[in-house]
T-cell receptor
Framework: DTGVSQDPRHKITKRGQNVTFRCDPISEHNRLYWYRQTLGQGPEFLTYFQNEAQLEKSRLLSDRFSAERPKGSFSTLEIQRTEQGDSAMYLC?????????????FGPGTRLLVL | DAKTTQPNSMESNEEEPVHLPCNHSTISGTDYIHWYRQLPSQGPEYVIHGLTSNVNNRMASLAIAEDRKSSTLILHRATLRDAAVYYCILRDVRQGGKLIFGQGTELSVKP
């Protein structure tokens, strides 16, 4: 078990460009979560998947954001037409899917800087 | 969403116990109390959780007030590696599995 991995770890882009992040959850974890964290703040929930189904989306997830988990394994988060306000750490977490009180295991995050 | 209130920061000396408080006066009967911590430049990690009774694990202890309006995370012997932001989170089973983080308490540990 190698834990949750995220790629890339760092991304610098220019305003208006599209970016895509990848998250590989712990093997056989059915639930996958995306969070965003800005400097000095706690992580904020964006969306979550149960297998390949996207079951909840936060109001923070504007129409420029899209997340997928096509085969119920890895997930991608795409941001179109990036804005400077999108600069943040994007965190992915996974959990087995047995209980809503279960532990979430977080990846190291992808730090995005939009110039 | 139920809210939690934590001090912004706390200091501790190495090898001494640390008591991190959390107030959650609007807690409902279905809210579990979870604690996560985030070390510098890492994602959050689970510490402990409980509903009504005090809980112990290898990392920490969780003391829950009888009226459940407050709780305390106890690190029995702080080490330099315990320096992190500690988040107290209420999880309602009816809200699905998402975690709602507040600002947390930044714990610094002095050698």
């Amino acid at each position: 078990d190698t834990g949750v991995s995220q790629d890339p770890r760092h991304k610098i882009t220019k305003r208006g460009q599209n970016v895509t992040f990848r998250c590989d959850p712990i093997s056989e974890h059915n639930r996958l979560y995306w969070y965003r964290q800005t400097l000095g703040q706690g992580p904020e929930f964006l969306t979550y998947f149960q297998n390949e189904a996207q079951l909840e989306k936060s109001r923070l997830l504007s129409d420029r954001f899209s997340a997928e988990r096509p085969k119920g394994s890895f997930s991608t988060l795409e941001i179109q037409r990036t804005e400077q306000g999108d600069s943040a750490m994007y965190l992915c977490a996974s959990s087995p899917g047995d209980s809503f009180q279960e532990t979430q295991y977080f990846g190291p995050g992808t730090r995005l800087l939009v110039l | 969403d139920a809210k939690t209130t934590q001090p912004n920061s706390m200091e501790s000396n190495e090898e001494e116990p640390v008591h991190l408080p959390c107030n959650h006066s609007t807690i409902s009967g279905t809210d579990y109390i979870h604690w996560y911590r985030q070390l510098p430049s890492q994602g959050p990690e689970y510490v402990i959780h409980g509903l009504t009774s005090n809980v112990n694990n290898r990392m920490a202890s969780l003391a829950i007030a009888e009226d459940r309006k407050s709780s305390t995370l106890i690190l029995h012997r702080a080490t330099l590696r315990d320096a992190a932001v500690y988040y107290c989170i209420l999880r309602d089973v009816r809200q699905g599995g998402k975690l709602i983080f507040g600002q947390g308490t930044e714990l610094s540990v002095k050698p």
